[in-house]
């Protein structure tokens, strides 16, 4: 199986599956001399991991990272230990601990419609049955624990993320507020639509369904100049990232695909200048123009299907052709797109992060 690998100067393997042992990865090309604690890492994974909250699933992951080279002094030394990144590789583990592959002997074969059991199947000619292996969102993790890194080689750029739709509720963006995301279970900003995505998840868990959801990231901060105009955009980098997260289906740049519906004139982000800088009086395009940064605030949407794993029965066929009806028991999340919030924001900062560095490499800009 190839294609583990992702990114160009700052490039990130993963490895590991879901029910397997542990997970893990290598950030290769993470520059020498930076410096950070064990604590800034962690952070990142504790607001993805699964059991802490009511709405997400009840698989209980300490999701701990180790960092086993790349640093000095040892990692293990401790969480408060200051390292120092020494330009090697760094290699990360996090152990699973509460993996129960048993959870999906009852499917007796057949194949999850909406996951990845069938292709994996007519791809490889076998599979992992206990939660997908590879293609679970439990691989994830590691991009956090990457994107972590990748926000150190940045500081200047502040990245943050939001869910902005949940199902068919879009929140109010009057009441966007970016302190709001830290106060509910959600990451939504609006305060007023919190109550009542509980109260839809709720249902939705009774009635044995789920729902989908739309995440939009920010960055804060990116100076003007990353990306290169052909082959390198950095939007279609960051639509690749994007679309890599497990369930993503959509992705959008800035206005997306609502610019379509505007006339030429309401589109284009006038410039003017204030002092001796450029202004723009809007931001359509997403803090991207002809595959460059502009400088102003890079805003990434991304659609995540309902999860594919609700215990209502579906029709399916196993591996020898049988038909029949499948539905998975277990932790699940009844929004998978809840998690891919802290997902999205690693991606934006390993994309930024390798764009950054690819254009100080070619351009000797600071």
Not at 67 to 96: C, F, K, Q, W, Y
Not at 107 to 132: E, N
């Amino acid at each position: 199986m190839s294609h583990n690998s992702f990114g160009h100067l700052l490039r990130v393997t993963t490895w590991g599956e879901s029910h397997g042992p542990a997970i893990g990865g290598v950030v290769d090309g993470m520059p020498p001399r930076i410096s950070f604690r064990l604590t800034h890492v962690q952070k990142y994974l504790d607001q993805r991991r699964p059991g802490a909250s009511k709405f997400t699933s009840q698989r209980r992951e300490a999701d701990k990272v180790r960092i086993l080279s790349g640093v000095l002094p040892r990692a293990d030394s401790g969480d408060d230990v200051e390292l120092t990144t020494t330009g090697t590789p760094v290699s990360m583990l996090i152990e699973n601990v509460d993996a129960r592959p048993k959870d999906y002997e009852s499917l007796g074969g057949f194949y999850r419609p909406g996951h990845a059991d069938h292709v994996y199947q007519a791809k490889y000619g076998i599979r992992d049955v206990s939660g997908s292996g590879r293609a679970s969102a439990r691989e994830t993790a590691v991009r956090v624990a990457a994107g972590a890194l990748a926000r150190l080689v940045i500081p200047s750029v502040k990245i943050r993320g939001a869910l902005v739709a949940l199902g068919e509720n879009e929140i109010n963006r009057g009441n966007w507020d970016w302190k709001e995301t830290e106060n509910n279970d959600f990451w939504c900003p609006d305060i007023e639509s919190v109550s009542l995505w509980e109260d839809y998840l709720k249902g939705l868990r009774k009635e044995g369904s789920s729902c989908g959801a739309v995440v939009e990231v920010h960055a804060q901060g990116v100076p003007a100049g990353l990306g290169a105009p052909i082959y390198g955009k950095l939007d279609a980098d960051l639509a690749s990232a994007m679309m890599g997260i497990n369930a993503v289906k959509g992705v959008e740049i800035g206005a997306g695909f609502s610019a379509a519906k505007r006339r030429g004139e309401d589109n284009a982000d006038q410039m003017r200048m204030e002092g001796d800088r450029i202004r723009f009086d809007s931001n359509h395009s997403g803090g991207v123009n002809g595959g460059i940064s502009t400088g102003q605030d890079v805003v990434v949407r991304f659609a995540v299907k309902p999860t594919s794993s609700i215990p209502t029965a579906l029709k399916s066929v196993d591996g020898e052709g049988r038909e029949g009806e499948v539905s998975t028991k277990g932790r699940h999340d009844p929004c998978v797109g809840i998690r891919a919030v802290p997902v999205g924001e690693a991606m934006m900062a390993l994309v930024l992060a390798d764009h950054y560095l690819r254009h100080r490499a070619q351009t000797g800009a600071a």
